[in-house]
């Protein structure tokens, strides 16, 4: 059935270094990779989404790029900063018209000052 | 920014009963959804909802669930039994299309415990 696959589950950086966060899909018909940050305690919050026609794309500290063939895609943060420092969900949506999000099983990030 | 709004926040129900958890979308979205968290665990899809009727619901979302759209503005989920396991944050999200590349902004949530 459909699935997300993320890793690591947590993941220690120190301030000012770059997080990569990696996630796999099952259903080769997935068009529509969101990444969700959520502070504890708090809502999931959209930070950035990449659909299958694009195979990178960037927003200030933030990108992340997908391999369609492989079935995998990434979050990277370059300079991190405490304030990153939440869980970070990636999600799939099937194609199709119902918009269901398949997430994956979270990342912990910690950025150390 | 205009937000998915919750209410309530946190409720508190013995095992058994039955409970009404409340959403209002963003005004101009035509899609909604319902999404569970159980604490430390993954987000997983419940239901989506569109033209005053269900697109999805996933397997978790039995006989026991049900989600309704009373007015222009409200959306919201029933549990009619509910059980230990239905303790858990409930997320509801809305888009502007239920096309499957459209963001969905999501909720504070609603911490559901059951005792």
């Known amino acids: 059935g459909e699935n997300v696959e993320q890793h690591p589950s947590t993941l220690s950086v120190q301030e000012g270094d770059s997080a990569v966060i990696k996630c796999t899909y099952s259903?080769?018909?997935?068009?529509?990779f969101p990444w969700y940050k959520q502070e504890l305690g708090k809502r999931p919050q959209l930070i950035i989404d990449?659909?299958?026609?694009?195979g990178e794309k960037k927003d200030q500290r933030i990108a992340v790029t997908l391999n369609k063939t492989a079935k995998h895609f990434s979050l990277h943060i370059t300079e991190t900063q405490p304030e990153d420092s939440a869980v970070y969900f990636c999600?799939?949506?099937?194609?199709?018209?119902?918009?269901?999000?398949?997430f994956g099983q979270g990342t912990t990030l910690q950025v150390k000052p | 920014e205009p937000e998915v709004t919750q209410t309530p926040s946190h409720q508190v129900t013995q095992m058994g009963q039955e409970v009404i958890l409340r959403c209002v979308p963003i005004?101009?979205?035509?899609?909604f959804y319902w999404y569970r968290q159980i604490l430390g665990q993954k987000v997983e899809f419940l239901v989506s909802f569109y033209n005053n009727e269900i697109s999805e619901k996933s397997e978790i979302f039995d006989d026991q669930f049900s989600v309704e759209r009373p007015d222009g503005s409200n959306f919201t989920l029933k549990i009619r039994s509910t059980k230990l396991e239905d303790s858990a944050m409930y997320f509801c999200?809305?888009?502007?299309?239920?096309?499957?590349?459209?963001?969905?902004?999501f909720g504070d949530g609603t911490r559901l415990s059951i005792l």
């Open positions: 005004s101009n979205h035509l899609y």
């Open positions: 990449i659909r299958s026609n694009v």
């Open positions: 999600a799939a949506s099937m194609t199709g018209n119902t918009g269901k999000l398949i």
């Open positions: 999200a809305s888009s502007e299309t239920g096309f499957s590349n459209q963001p969905q902004h």
């Open positions: 259903d080769s018909a997935s068009n529509y």
